[in-house]
């Protein structure tokens, strides 16, 4: 691999300038606009969904077609996302011979910026490549970061996709997802009754007592191997003297089944009406927020996947994980998908770093992938 390369010192300016636009969720417009720019100056159409008024965003989601892209023949779709969780348009990029890092006072925006540069580069870059092309498109969404909230809107059934190859992975590369776990949030308010703490306590159902009980009856963590469950966030009460009449608890449950994570559900509703005792009331609302997916070995996705691995030089291994992304959503929708791993590491982090090996050999991926 040669680090030092023209290609090379060109995928990475591409990150860097990419890094440094700002585009927080629900606020992409800044980087969807750069990013339209280039690809149209390199003869790729972009179009722009609707996804950005449905989330009350400001970006749609951008689907991209390269010049021989066939709209009657099946394709591959190659996915990363717009959004950073944070700013980053205050980054001040440290750069070595062996990787991109932040000076530490902001994220460096590798997750999803890496995937994005790699995908731009490669559109960019068509006509280097001497092999026959497959028919693809690249799809970058929004609000990602938020729950897959563009991946869940976008509809890919005009373009005739088939698998869908999405670039967001923190493992690095040779790791893909084959198995990642779905993931069900819920809501739960207990309803106590106010009166003076300091007059008349015996008057009153203190919620947070009610909600306490609760939490405390119901095993959370690790559940079992492919199992967690957690409270995330409790708010509620008021003035030091009054006994609170409300109290609302969010949190969530894993597994890489739907039929696991409801039935860990179950056990968190009664649970929390039996630790009751008819003392007060309690309400429960639930959704999925991704869902849970579980590739057979044989499916062509994986095979093709290990096969553009193995073309890159590396050994690929399919691990199972519990962090989702638009990965989860394709395959909700029916379009069997992976995520790969890229080795934008330590995401979310001001410590976030990437290698710049890891950026160079995840464009071979890529390319790997879009060669007939």
């Known amino acids: 691999m040669n680090l030092t390369s023209t290609a090379s010192k060109e995928l990475i300016d591409l990150f860097l300038s990419l890094a440094t636009i700002d585009g927080i969720s629900l606020h992409e417009r800044n980087i969807a606009d750069h990013v339209k720019t280039l690809l149209q100056k390199n003869n790729i159409k972009v179009i722009e969904d609707g996804t950005g008024a449905k ?8 689907i991209c077609f390269p010049p021989h892209y066939d709209a009657s023949k099946p394709a591959i779709a190659l996915c990363a996302h717009l959004d950073t969780v944070t ?14 890092s932040s000076d530490g006072t902001t994220i460096l925006g590798g997750d999803n910026r890496e995937g994005l540069s790699i995908l731009l580069s490669v559109m960019m870059n068509l006509q280097s490549i001497t092999s026959p092309v497959k028919n693809f498109i690249c799809v970058f ?44 949030i819920f809501t739960a308010k207990f309803h106590g009754k106010s009166a003076h703490a ?33 409270i995330g966030r409790i708010t509620g009460g008021g003035a030091t003297n009054v006994v609170p009449n409300e109290v609302v608890i ?20 009664e649970g929390f009406q039996q630790s009751l005792n008819g003392i007060g009331t309690y309400s429960i609302t639930s959704e999925m927020d991704f869902h849970p997916y ?13 096969k553009a691995i193995s073309a890159a030089g590396l050994r690929p291994e ?11 959503s394709y395959n909700a929708k029916g379009i069997p998908s992976v995520n790969i791993g890229i080795g934008a590491q330590k995401p979310h982090a001001f410590e976030e770093f990437i290698l710049i090996e890891d950026l160079i050999i995840s464009k071979e991926i890529a390319i790997a992938l879009i060669k007939e």
């Open 141 to 184: 969404t929004v609000g990602e970061e938020l729950g897959m909230y563009g991946a869940n809107h976008v509809d890919l059934s005009p373009y005739n996709v088939t698998e869908a190859y999405v670039f967001d992975c923190s493992k690095r590369p040779g790791i893909y997802i084959k198995d990642c776990a779905g993931c069900m």
């Open 294 to 306: 579980v590739l057979d070995a044989n499916t062509s996705i994986v095979k093709t996947v290990e």
């Open 87 to 100: 700013p980053t348009k205050d980054l001040k990029p440290i750069v070595t011979d062996e990787r991109i």
């Open 198 to 230: 300091g007059v008349a306590p015996e008057q009153g159902i203190n919620a947070i007592a009610l909600s306490s009980k609760a939490i405390s009856s119901v095993r959370f963590g690790r559940i079992d191997e492919e199992t967690t469950s957690n």
């Open 318 to 328: 399919g691990i199972r994980y519990t962090g989702g992304s638009d990965a989860n």
């Open 250 to 269: 969010d949190g969530e449950v894993r597994s890489f089944t739907k039929e696991k994570i409801e039935h860990q559900f179950n056990i968190i509703k």
């Open 55 to 62: 989330i009350n965003g400001n970006t749609g989601n951008l």
